[in-house]
């Protein structure tokens, strides 16, 4: 097996939650993933680069995911059906089936900090150079992400 197959291997799962969680569709995420690594595997990364691997990959997805919103309507950036195929994509295994659905649900601003700090457990550090924003930025967007995720909850348990 090439560097770039354990490469594949070691991070298809998470990079995929990590789109999903983004784009809220099955076949985006799975395009999400292709593009991060086809565009990484033309920049000859990822031999021998260590824990940098990970972060680079998730940037170059959310790279990505956000030029999406360039190009249009039917793009990454469109959430019709929003949630849609969220239980689908989260499996039966996963036990985050209900975390996945409201992250789903949250806003934009909030949901790649919070899909990275939760489904991925990411660091604050890595969050910040995976998104490329400050720290006390992801800091903020995920105290503020997680308020929005309690008054989801409040509401799910309530109503």
Known sequence: MTEFEELVDDYHQPLYQFAFSLSGSTDQAAD?????????????????????????????????????FDRGPGGVGSRSGEGDDLVTAAGPESGGIQLVELLGRLDQTYRPSLALFYLQRHSYRDIAAILDIPIGTVMSRISRGKAQLRERVDKETDG
């Not at 000859?44 to 998730?58: M, P």
Request: proline residues 0%.
């Open 32 to 68: 999400l993933v292709e593009r991060a690594y086809v565009i990484w595997r033309r920049q000859e990364r990822g031999e021998g680069q260590g824990a940098s691997v990970g972060t680079g990959l998730f940037s170059t997805l959310y790279r990505e995911y956000l030029g999406q």
